[in-house]
Nanobody, 122 residues
Framework: QVQLVESGGGLVQAGGSLRLSCAAS????????MGWFRQAPGKEREFVGYINWSGSSIYYGDTVKGRFTISRDKNTVYLQMNSLNPEDTAVYYC?????????????????WGQGTQVTVSS
């Protein structure tokens, strides 16, 4: 059974930082590209970041470029979030994709975590 479990969310003041983790189990992690998405209340799901199976290909959504960093190790994908602002408030989800080059296409991801809440106060 595949499981993706996010952690690290919470409440932070504007300008602060958080590091999200997504621990994967039940799959061969090195065979999967990983993505981070977020969804704020009343808004559509938004692409945040993507890292391919080897870590050699990384992409970010326009609203987080220069502030967020995605990385991965043995069985975990991370999202380091710096310079947070209230517009970053959302539930953050990690997702795994067996297909190559899915990047921002949420429909192409095979597995999703339950999400972790990030709230940025002004």
């Amino acid at each position: 059974q595949v499981q993706l479990v996010e952690s690290g969310g919470g409440l932070v003041q504007a300008g602060g930082s958080l590091r999200l983790s997504c621990a994967a189990s039940g799959l061969t992690f090195s065979n999967y590209a990983m993505g981070w998405f977020r969804q704020a209340p009343g808004k559509e799901r938004e692409f945040v970041g993507y890292i391919n199976w080897s870590g050699s290909s990384i992409y970010y959504g326009d609203t987080v470029k220069g502030r967020f960093t995605i990385s991965r190790d043995k069985n975990t994908v991370y999202l380091q979030m710096n310079s947070l602002n209230p517009e970053d408030t959302a539930v953050y989800y990690c997702a795994a994709a067996a297909r190559r080059d899915v990047v921002a296409n949420a429909n192409m991801y095979d597995y999703w975590g339950q999400g972790t809440q990030v709230t940025v106060s002004s």
